[in-house]
């Protein structure tokens, strides 16, 4: 018998991370047959050239779809989900999966998500039914949702936004986070070998600081990125900051000047085009916090028992634990926000997206799913 062919897509080194352990499961079923096609950020030198992370670890990239243009414009951006499209279209037809594995909200996966539409391959979608009231990632979520086939979300809340979009409850599963997998299993780099691996020497108190274009906000993202700025500009010259670069969305590109900038103005801050998983999340043990507007403060950091500082309303609307400061994009608040976090005692906060064995569960159930007409042909359950 035939060997079933899981194709994984993967546009960036946040949701390479997140997808690593299902990646290895499926690589390691002597029945499946692990596909990989790589696109995004990953292929852009600028971002770090992270697919080569991804060969470092042992994966066979087979399909490397070139989608980026230099522009990160609203035209740009666009142009490029065409370009994917195009692009994914033909790794598709070459590689002819049984069943494609996509994760999030990005564009580069929605371009993955409307090729695989069209070619009748079915769709597991990971991560649906967040909210995320500040970014236009939140209609390019539920949008993957209504084309995807089965759903494996984070938390009850999001599974119940799945059902209410009219998905099939029995192809709805909780299982948590896979990002909790990665914290689970993998031996994590001591203070001393991070110093040698990154050369960044720990002050008294570090931030590890990540902050990506809020596309639907008001405020432009440079004058939010530049209150931010400010704001750290304003701690002691005991804090140290670790800056990892945004993401390629809608001016992100020109957020990593200012970075440089600072950077260079500030001997206890370093940046980062890439740390990869394991050194982001090593980092993220020993940082005493960790600021800006990205998911991982949300979904990974509270396993660490440290504070987020969560500015704006990038992530507004996700579930939030109790070590979450969300606050507004201003000098003032961020720099009350990170003065809060110093004093905060997250020592009793429970992690709630799973407890480490979510990709094994996922990888089960890619295995056992019957792939046929029931499946492609959905059906709109309505709740009423």
């Given amino acids: 018998m035939s060997k079933r062919k899981i194709c994984i897509v993967t546009g960036t080194r946040a949701e390479y991370g997140l997808l690593y352990w299902l990646m ?16 995004g950020m990953h292929l852009a030198p600028e971002f770090g050239s992270t697919y080569k992370v991804i060969e470092d670890d042992g994966f066979v990239i087979d399909a490397k779809v070139e989608m980026l243009l230099a522009s990160d414009t609203a035209v740009g951006i666009t142009k490029s989900i065409g370009l994917g499209v195009i692009g994914l279209a033909d790794a598709l037809n070459s590689l002819k999966p049984d069943l494609l594995v996509l994760l999030g909200d990005r564009f580069e996966i929605l371009a993955a998500a409307q090729a695989a539409l069209v070619a009748r391959v079915p769709i597991a979608h990971l991560f649906g039914g967040d909210t995320t009231e500040g970014a236009f990632d939140e209609a390019i979520r539920h949008s993957i949702t209504k084309m995807a086939h089965l759903h494996f979300v984070s938390n009850e ?21 896979t990002g909790i997998d990665q914290i689970k299993r993998v031996e994590r780099l001591n203070r001393e070998e991070i110093q040698k691996q990154i050369s960044y020497a720990f002050y008294k108190k570090n931030l590890l600081v990540t902050f990506h274009p809020a596309t639907l906000e008001k405020t432009s993202p440079e004058s939010q990125f530049q209150e931010l700025l400010d704001a750290l500009a304003l701690l002691g010259l005991d804090v140290g900051v670790i800056f990892t670069y945004p993401n390629a969305d809608p001016a992100g590109r020109l957020l990593i000047p200012m970075i440089d900038r600072f950077v260079a103005e500030h001997p206890r801050a370093k940046a980062y085009a890439s740390l990869g998983q394991l050194r982001y999340l090593s980092v993220m043990a020993q940082v005493d916090a960790v600021v800006g507007n990205s998911s991982s403060g949300l979904y990974e950091t509270p396993s660490f028992k440290i504070p987020t500082v969560n500015i704006g309303d990038r992530q507004k609307g996700r579930l939030q634990v109790d070590s979450v ?3 507004a ?14 004093a905060m005692d997250c020592s009793a906060v429970v992690n709630p997206f799973g407890d480490g064995d979510t990709s094994q569960k996922i990888k089960a159930i890619l295995k056992s799913t019957k ?3 029931t499946l492609l042909k959905k059906h709109f359950f309505d709740l009423r």
């Fill in 24 to 39: 290895k499961e499926i690589q390691d079923d002597p029945d499946l047959e692990l596909q990989i096609i790589v696109t």
């Fill in 157 to 177: 809340q999001s599974a119940d936004r799945v059902r209410q979009l009219g998905e099939n409850p029995e192809h709805v599963y909780n299982f948590g986070s």
């Fill in 325 to 327: 400061i969300s606050c």
């Fill in 329 to 342: 994009p201003d000098v003032k608040s961020i720099g009350e926000a990170i003065n809060a976090a110093f």
């Fill in 371 to 373: 792939l046929d007409e």
